[in-house]
């Protein structure tokens, strides 16, 4: 019988022993990277809260759909129609412009646009990610007015972004869409409001008026 001290095999290799430092970094770190990452990723700066470009004319919502009281529909003209919301061809300006403000040096690339064929350079504001699907006549045409993505158009002389348009904040309407309907007769108007104590009667009659049944499965907005 040998008295030769037995060794117990290890379990892990020795090298593991050097990853103990970076283990722990990691471990204590960890938290603080994902409160980081929510903190960027839900910032006004990434979800492009704000976002006002210059554009080509000075366009002003607040004159045409404000104070002239120009339905949203006149110049976009598919949006109850198709998923795009259309940007409106340099004809429908021309239509008023023909004869209004005819030598104003803002409306020179207007102008241009219509003697040439060639479109008016408009910047877009509300530009979702192309890996994402969203159509404006599934929404207008159940309810859901201007006013929810878009905020007060009426009252911005120059066009910014009002919410954030991400996908927590499309989840949230989806899965409580009462509060955001509207008749489909107010639509453009951005200021209309129901009377006081309407509203849960009010969603529940156009929940079912229009069959609305919102889903949270990713492939709708992610085809």
Known sequence: MSDQKQTN?????????????????????????????????????????????????????KLHAGDLGIDCRYCHSLVDKSAHASIPATETCMNCHAAIYTESP????????????????????????????????????????????????DKMEVVYQAEPLNMGWCLDCHRNPGPRLRPVEELTNMAWQPGPGEQAELAERLIREYEIAPSEDCSTCHR
């Open 9 to 61: 095999p290890l379990i892990f290799p020795r090298w593991l022993d050097k990853m103990l430092p970076v283990a722990g970094i990691v471990l204590a770190g960890g938290p603080l990277f994902v409160f980081g990452l929510l903190f960027y990723g839900g910032s006004p700066t990434n979800t492009d809260v704000g976002y006002q470009p210059e554009q080509p004319v000075p366009y002003s919502h």
């Open 106 to 153: 803002n409306l020179v690339p207007v102008r241009e646009s219509y003697a040439t064929g060639l479109p008016v350079r408009w910047v877009r504001v509300h530009d979702l990610p192309d890996y994402t699907y969203f159509n404006h006549s599934a929404h207008v045409n159940r309810g859901v007015g201007c006013v929810e993505c878009h905020g007060r158009i």
